[in-house]
C-alpha cells in the first residue's frame, strides 16, 4: 500500500488540498484532525478542564468515532451525530489542540488511523502523520504559510460560511495554536527529516494544487 503522508501548520490549507489529491490519485483520503476536532467538540459539551488529562482520558471510553463517505465527502459521526459542520468552528479547533496535546489521546486514534493505511493507499494530513503515525510513509510533505497568510485564508473561509470574524482574533488564536502544537510533549508539530517542505505564501489554491500533484506524481513514477 502506498502512504502519503502530509503534515503542517493549522490554516495551511491541509484539509482541502489533500481531499481533492486523494479524489486525483484515487486514495483513500483520511481528516485526521476531523478526529480530533471530534474529541475535542465531545470535551467542550462534556464541559471538562481540556488541559487536564485525568479528567479527559476517562471520557474516552464513552465516545464512539466513525468516517464515511457521503456522495464522494468525508463526515465525521460523533456517537451517530453528524458533526462534521460543527467541528469547522474555530473554538472547536482550539478545543482540538488542547485534546491533542495528551498521550492517550493520541494512543486512542492512532491504531485506527495505522489500521486504515495498512488497507488501503492513503493520503492523510494532520500535525504527525509523517513524524509518528505513519514513520515510513513513501511521500511526506510538510505544507506551511505564513501566520498571516493563513489567518487572512482562514477568515475568508468563515465569513463565506456567514460566521462573524475578526482578522486580528484569528490571527492570535493561530499564533496560540502554532505554539501548542509545536511545543506539546506528545508528537509536537515538527518537519520530519525525509519530509518535502512547501511553502504556499502567496499562491492561491489551484497553484499550490498543480504544485503537489506534480511532486507526488514524480514521486510515484
Given at each position: 500500500m502506498i502512504q502519503i503522508a502530509i503534515d503542517g501548520p493549522s490554516g495551511a490549507g491541509k484539509s482541502s488540498l489533500?481531499?481533492?489529491?486523494?479524489?486525483?490519485?484515487?486514495?483513500?483520503?483520511?481528516?485526521?484532525?476531523?478526529?480530533?476536532?471530534?474529541?475535542?467538540?465531545?470535551?467542550?459539551?462534556?464541559?471538562?478542564?481540556m488541559t487536564d488529562p485525568a479528567q479527559v482520558l476517562p471520557q474516552l471510553k464513552k465516545l464512539q468515532l466513525e468516517l464515511r463517505y457521503i456522495d464522494g465527502a468525508q463526515h465525521v459521526f460523533l456517537n451517530g451525530e453528524d458533526v462534521s459542520e460543527e467541528i469547522r468552528r474555530e473554538p472547536v479547533s482550539m478545543a482540538a489542540s488542547k485534546v491533542s496535546a495528551h498521550q492517550g489521546v493520541r494512543d486512542f486514534l492512532t491504531e485506527t488511523q495505522r489500521e486504515i493505511a495498512r488497507k488501503n493507499n492513503v493520503l492523510m494530513d494532520g500535525r504527525d502523520i509523517g513524524t509518528v503515525i505513519l514513520p515510513d510513509a513513501q511521500i511526506k510533505i510538510f505544507l506551511t504559510a505564513s501566520a498571516e497568510e493563513r489567518a487572512r485564508r482562514r477568515t475568508l473561509e468563515l465569513q463565506q460560511k456567514g460566521q462573524k470574524v475578526d482578522y486580528e482574533e484569528v490571527l492570535e488564536d493561530i499564533r496560540r495554536r502554532d505554539y501548542d502544537d509545536s511545543h506539546r510533549a506528545a508528537a509536537p508539530l515538527r518537519q520530519a527529516e525525509d519530509a518535502?517542505?512547501?511553502?504556499?505564501?502567496?499562491?492561491?489554491?489551484?497553484?499550490?494544487?498543480?504544485?503537489?500533484?506534480?511532486?507526488?506524481?514524480?514521486?510515484l513514477a
Open positions: 489533500a481531499r481533492r489529491l486523494a479524489g486525483e490519485l484515487g486514495f483513500l483520503y483520511v481528516d485526521t484532525g476531523a478526529l480530533y476536532r471530534a474529541i475535542g467538540l465531545y470535551m467542550m459539551r462534556a464541559g471538562v478542564e518535502v517542505l512547501v511553502d504556499t505564501t502567496g499562491d492561491d489554491f489551484e497553484t499550490v494544487f498543480q504544485k503537489l500533484c506534480a511532486l507526488i506524481r514524480g514521486r
